[in-house]
Protein backbone atom coordinates (compact mmCIF):
# COMPACT_ATOMS: atom_id res chain seq x y z
CA UNK A 1 0.00 0.00 0.00
CA UNK A 2 2.81 2.68 0.43
CA UNK A 3 4.07 2.19 -2.86
CA UNK A 4 0.44 2.81 -4.16
CA UNK A 5 0.34 5.77 -2.07
CA UNK A 6 3.67 7.20 -3.31
CA UNK A 7 2.11 6.38 -7.33
CA UNK A 8 -0.74 7.99 -6.28
CA UNK A 9 1.01 11.41 -5.10
CA UNK A 10 3.34 11.31 -8.04
CA UNK A 11 0.06 11.22 -10.62
CA UNK A 12 -1.49 13.74 -8.50
CA UNK A 13 1.35 16.14 -8.86
CA UNK A 14 1.91 15.10 -12.60
CA UNK A 15 -1.69 15.22 -13.61
CA UNK A 16 -1.20 16.26 -17.31
CA UNK A 17 -3.28 13.10 -19.06
CA UNK A 18 -6.34 12.12 -19.30
CA UNK A 19 -7.73 8.83 -19.49
CA UNK A 20 -10.79 7.51 -21.91
CA UNK A 21 -12.66 4.89 -21.53
CA UNK A 22 -14.40 3.71 -24.52
CA UNK A 23 -17.53 1.12 -23.57
CA UNK A 24 -20.60 -0.52 -25.08
CA UNK A 25 -23.42 -2.15 -23.79
CA UNK A 26 -23.18 -5.39 -26.10
CA UNK A 27 -21.23 -6.29 -29.29
CA UNK A 28 -21.27 -5.62 -32.63
CA UNK A 29 -21.82 -1.93 -32.22
CA UNK A 30 -18.33 -1.23 -33.95
CA UNK A 31 -16.63 0.01 -29.86
CA UNK A 32 -13.46 -1.25 -30.69
CA UNK A 33 -13.48 0.30 -34.34
CA UNK A 34 -13.92 3.68 -32.87
CA UNK A 35 -11.44 3.17 -29.95
CA UNK A 36 -8.79 2.57 -32.24
CA UNK A 37 -9.51 5.32 -35.04
CA UNK A 38 -9.97 7.49 -31.75
CA UNK A 39 -6.58 6.81 -30.53
CA UNK A 40 -4.91 6.89 -34.30
CA UNK A 41 -6.61 10.46 -34.10
CA UNK A 42 -5.15 12.29 -30.85
CA UNK A 43 -1.76 10.81 -32.03
CA UNK A 44 -1.76 12.96 -35.79
CA UNK A 45 -2.28 15.91 -33.28
CA UNK A 46 0.58 15.39 -31.56
CA UNK A 47 0.00 13.75 -28.86
CA UNK A 48 1.33 10.64 -27.02
CA UNK A 49 -1.24 8.17 -26.59
CA UNK A 50 -1.34 4.52 -25.08
CA UNK A 51 -4.07 2.35 -26.40
CA UNK A 52 -4.89 -0.53 -24.13
CA UNK A 53 -7.25 -3.56 -25.76
CA UNK A 54 -8.84 -4.22 -22.06
CA UNK A 55 -11.08 -6.96 -23.75
CA UNK A 56 -9.50 -9.91 -22.01
CA UNK A 57 -9.21 -12.80 -23.92
CA UNK A 58 -11.34 -11.04 -26.77
CA UNK A 59 -9.02 -8.76 -28.03
CA UNK A 60 -8.89 -7.39 -31.58
CA UNK A 61 -7.53 -4.16 -32.22
CA UNK A 62 -4.06 -5.09 -33.41
CA UNK A 63 -5.73 -6.98 -35.52
CA UNK A 64 -7.75 -4.19 -36.57
CA UNK A 65 -4.59 -1.98 -36.93
CA UNK A 66 -3.07 -4.67 -39.64
CA UNK A 67 -0.15 -5.77 -35.82
CA UNK A 68 1.38 -9.12 -34.81
CA UNK A 69 1.47 -8.47 -31.13
CA UNK A 70 4.14 -10.59 -29.90
CA UNK A 71 3.64 -10.32 -25.89
CA UNK A 72 0.13 -9.33 -24.13
CA UNK A 73 -0.56 -8.67 -20.60
CA UNK A 74 -0.32 -12.01 -19.66
CA UNK A 75 3.17 -11.47 -19.56
CA UNK A 76 3.20 -8.69 -17.10
CA UNK A 77 0.60 -10.62 -15.21
CA UNK A 78 2.55 -13.95 -14.79
CA UNK A 79 5.84 -12.13 -14.05
CA UNK A 80 7.46 -12.92 -17.02
CA UNK A 81 7.53 -8.86 -18.25
CA UNK A 82 7.26 -5.34 -16.86
CA UNK A 83 4.16 -3.71 -17.77
CA UNK A 84 6.00 -1.06 -20.16
CA UNK A 85 8.06 -4.01 -21.68
CA UNK A 86 4.31 -5.18 -23.21
CA UNK A 87 3.86 -1.91 -25.05
CA UNK A 88 3.92 -2.31 -28.69
CA UNK A 89 5.19 1.23 -31.09
CA UNK A 90 2.90 1.21 -34.39
CA UNK A 91 3.39 3.01 -37.37
CA UNK A 92 0.23 5.25 -36.12
CA UNK A 93 1.70 6.76 -33.27
CA UNK A 94 -0.21 5.14 -30.87
CA UNK A 95 1.53 2.40 -28.05
CA UNK A 96 -0.91 -0.56 -28.39
CA UNK A 97 -1.41 -2.37 -24.91
CA UNK A 98 -3.37 -5.75 -25.84
CA UNK A 99 -5.06 -8.34 -23.42
CA UNK A 100 -4.56 -11.39 -25.51
CA UNK A 101 -7.15 -13.21 -27.42
CA UNK A 102 -7.11 -16.96 -25.17
CA UNK A 103 -8.56 -18.59 -22.18
CA UNK A 104 -5.06 -18.48 -20.82
CA UNK A 105 -5.06 -14.83 -20.62
CA UNK A 106 -8.11 -14.54 -19.40
CA UNK A 107 -7.68 -16.94 -15.73
CA UNK A 108 -4.52 -14.75 -15.83
CA UNK A 109 -6.21 -11.58 -15.57
CA UNK A 110 -9.24 -12.52 -13.53
CA UNK A 111 -6.20 -14.06 -11.12
CA UNK A 112 -4.70 -10.82 -10.56
CA UNK A 113 -4.72 -8.13 -8.40
CA UNK A 114 -6.29 -5.28 -9.87
CA UNK A 115 -4.54 -2.55 -7.73
CA UNK A 116 -1.29 -3.97 -8.81
CA UNK A 117 -2.17 -3.43 -12.95
CA UNK A 118 -3.71 -0.27 -12.21
CA UNK A 119 -0.42 0.80 -9.93
CA UNK A 120 1.48 0.12 -12.95
CA UNK A 121 -0.80 1.57 -15.46
CA UNK A 122 -0.82 4.85 -13.72
CA UNK A 123 2.79 4.71 -14.09
CA UNK A 124 3.01 4.35 -17.63
CA UNK A 125 -0.13 6.37 -18.34
CA UNK A 126 1.85 9.48 -16.02
CA UNK A 127 4.14 9.78 -19.25
CA UNK A 128 1.80 10.48 -21.74
CA UNK A 129 -1.39 12.75 -23.08
CA UNK A 130 -3.64 10.32 -23.29
CA UNK A 131 -4.69 6.16 -22.39
CA UNK A 132 -7.81 5.06 -24.56
CA UNK A 133 -8.91 2.11 -22.90
CA UNK A 134 -11.43 -0.07 -24.77
CA UNK A 135 -13.16 -2.31 -22.59
CA UNK A 136 -15.58 -5.37 -23.42
CA UNK A 137 -19.48 -5.29 -24.40
CA UNK A 138 -21.59 -4.55 -21.02
CA UNK A 139 -20.05 -4.03 -17.50
CA UNK A 140 -16.75 -6.32 -16.43
CA UNK A 141 -16.37 -5.97 -12.95
CA UNK A 142 -12.62 -6.90 -13.39
CA UNK A 143 -12.25 -3.64 -14.80
CA UNK A 144 -14.09 -1.44 -12.38
CA UNK A 145 -10.95 0.48 -11.09
CA UNK A 146 -10.92 1.36 -14.96
CA UNK A 147 -14.28 3.38 -15.05
CA UNK A 148 -13.87 4.84 -11.98
CA UNK A 149 -10.39 6.36 -13.19
CA UNK A 150 -12.08 7.38 -16.29
CA UNK A 151 -11.78 11.40 -16.93
CA UNK A 152 -14.44 10.78 -20.05
CA UNK A 153 -16.57 7.73 -21.18
CA UNK A 154 -17.31 7.31 -24.73
CA UNK A 155 -20.59 4.79 -24.45
CA UNK A 156 -20.72 3.66 -28.33
CA UNK A 157 -24.56 2.65 -29.46
CA UNK A 158 -26.34 1.44 -32.59
CA UNK A 159 -29.50 2.86 -33.47
CA UNK A 160 -30.89 -0.95 -32.79
CA UNK A 161 -33.53 -1.41 -30.09
CA UNK A 162 -31.29 -4.08 -28.30
CA UNK A 163 -28.35 -1.68 -28.21
CA UNK A 164 -30.06 1.27 -26.56
CA UNK A 165 -31.37 -1.27 -24.17
CA UNK A 166 -28.04 -2.27 -22.94
CA UNK A 167 -25.96 0.21 -23.26
CA UNK A 168 -28.77 1.99 -20.95
CA UNK A 169 -28.42 -1.17 -18.38
CA UNK A 170 -24.77 -0.53 -18.78
CA UNK A 171 -25.14 3.50 -17.86
CA UNK A 172 -27.07 2.33 -14.60
CA UNK A 173 -24.80 -0.24 -13.59
CA UNK A 174 -21.97 2.39 -13.77
CA UNK A 175 -24.83 5.27 -11.95
CA UNK A 176 -25.18 2.80 -8.94
CA UNK A 177 -21.84 2.61 -8.28
CA UNK A 178 -21.26 6.14 -8.33
CA UNK A 179 -18.92 6.38 -11.63
CA UNK A 180 -19.65 9.40 -13.62
CA UNK A 181 -16.99 10.25 -16.22
CA UNK A 182 -17.24 13.18 -18.66
CA UNK A 183 -20.10 11.21 -20.93
CA UNK A 184 -19.99 11.33 -24.45
CA UNK A 185 -22.79 8.96 -26.14
CA UNK A 186 -21.71 7.82 -30.19
CA UNK A 187 -24.44 6.64 -32.23
CA UNK A 188 -22.46 4.45 -34.67
CA UNK A 189 -23.65 2.64 -37.97
CA UNK A 190 -26.48 5.51 -38.03
CA UNK A 191 -28.24 4.45 -41.53
CA UNK A 192 -30.85 7.51 -41.55
CA UNK A 193 -28.94 10.72 -40.06
CA UNK A 194 -32.43 12.70 -39.12
CA UNK A 195 -34.22 9.70 -37.37
CA UNK A 196 -30.87 8.66 -35.60
CA UNK A 197 -30.49 12.06 -34.57
CA UNK A 198 -34.08 12.18 -32.70
CA UNK A 199 -33.52 8.64 -31.60
CA UNK A 200 -30.17 9.78 -29.74
CA UNK A 201 -31.89 13.10 -28.39
CA UNK A 202 -34.49 10.70 -26.68
CA UNK A 203 -32.02 8.30 -25.38
CA UNK A 204 -29.70 11.01 -24.00
CA UNK A 205 -33.18 12.37 -22.16
CA UNK A 206 -33.93 9.15 -20.94
CA UNK A 207 -30.36 8.71 -19.96
CA UNK A 208 -30.48 11.81 -18.16
CA UNK A 209 -33.54 11.64 -16.14
CA UNK A 210 -33.49 7.78 -15.49
CA UNK A 211 -29.80 7.40 -15.57
CA UNK A 212 -28.71 10.55 -13.66
CA UNK A 213 -26.12 11.23 -16.51
CA UNK A 214 -25.28 14.58 -18.10
CA UNK A 215 -24.14 14.16 -21.72
CA UNK A 216 -21.21 16.50 -22.60
CA UNK A 217 -21.43 15.70 -26.37
CA UNK A 218 -23.57 13.58 -29.06
CA UNK A 219 -22.24 12.33 -31.97
CA UNK A 220 -23.80 10.09 -34.63
CA UNK A 221 -21.43 8.64 -36.71
CA UNK A 222 -22.80 6.89 -40.51
CA UNK A 223 -23.04 3.34 -41.87
CA UNK A 224 -20.54 3.75 -44.26
CA UNK A 225 -19.01 0.57 -46.77
CA UNK A 226 -15.34 2.51 -46.06
CA UNK A 227 -15.46 1.13 -42.88
CA UNK A 228 -16.01 -2.24 -43.52
CA UNK A 229 -13.15 -2.05 -45.92
CA UNK A 230 -10.59 -0.64 -43.90
CA UNK A 231 -11.26 -3.42 -41.29
CA UNK A 232 -10.70 -5.88 -44.06
CA UNK A 233 -7.38 -4.09 -44.93
CA UNK A 234 -6.91 -3.99 -41.53
CA UNK A 235 -6.13 -0.08 -41.53
CA UNK A 236 -8.23 2.68 -39.77
CA UNK A 237 -10.56 4.67 -41.89
CA UNK A 238 -8.94 7.87 -41.01
CA UNK A 239 -6.02 6.95 -42.98
CA UNK A 240 -8.13 5.29 -45.60
CA UNK A 241 -11.45 6.80 -46.06
CA UNK A 242 -10.02 10.27 -44.34
CA UNK A 243 -12.79 12.16 -46.22
CA UNK A 244 -15.79 9.86 -45.45
CA UNK A 245 -18.25 11.14 -42.81
CA UNK A 246 -17.41 8.35 -40.03
CA UNK A 247 -13.26 9.62 -40.35
CA UNK A 248 -14.56 13.37 -40.17
CA UNK A 249 -16.51 12.20 -37.08
CA UNK A 250 -13.76 10.49 -35.54
CA UNK A 251 -11.54 13.81 -36.73
CA UNK A 252 -14.29 15.96 -35.12
CA UNK A 253 -14.37 14.14 -31.51
CA UNK A 254 -10.78 14.16 -31.44
CA UNK A 255 -10.43 18.05 -31.39
CA UNK A 256 -13.28 18.06 -28.87
CA UNK A 257 -11.08 16.23 -26.49
CA UNK A 258 -8.21 18.39 -27.50
CA UNK A 259 -10.30 21.11 -26.72
CA UNK A 260 -11.88 20.52 -23.66
CA UNK A 261 -9.22 22.29 -20.71
CA UNK A 262 -7.85 20.97 -17.23
CA UNK A 263 -9.25 22.42 -14.76
CA UNK A 264 -6.34 23.36 -12.31
CA UNK A 265 -8.33 24.92 -9.51
CA UNK A 266 -10.53 21.42 -9.00
CA UNK A 267 -9.40 18.57 -10.43
CA UNK A 268 -6.58 17.17 -8.89
CA UNK A 269 -8.28 17.26 -5.40
CA UNK A 270 -11.27 15.41 -7.22
CA UNK A 271 -8.48 12.78 -8.68
CA UNK A 272 -7.01 12.43 -5.66
CA UNK A 273 -9.86 11.79 -3.56
CA UNK A 274 -11.19 9.20 -6.46
CA UNK A 275 -7.39 7.09 -6.02
CA UNK A 276 -7.52 6.98 -2.31
CA UNK A 277 -10.94 5.71 -2.45
CA UNK A 278 -9.66 3.16 -5.46
CA UNK A 279 -6.88 2.04 -3.44
CA UNK A 280 -8.47 1.79 -0.43
CA UNK A 281 -6.49 4.74 1.32
CA UNK A 282 -8.10 6.01 4.37
Given at each position: ??????????????????????????????????????????????????????????????????????????????????LKDVLYPTSYGIWLLSSGTDVGDLIAFRNESKLRLMDDFLKLVVDMDYAVVDTGAGF???????????????????????????????????????????????????????????????????????????????????????????????????????????????????????????????????????????????
Open positions: MPDQLETLKKVVAAKNFEIIVVASGKGGVGKSVIAANFAVALAKNQKSVLLFDADVGFANVDILLGLTTKNTLRDYLVGKMENEELVAFYQAADKLFLVTTPEPTALINVYTLAKVLATKGIFPELYLIMNQSRNTSKDTQVLERFSYVLEKFAGWTIAEKLIVREDSGVSASVLKQAPFIETQRHSQPAQAILRLSKMILKSQYKEDEEPNGFFVKFKKLFGIK
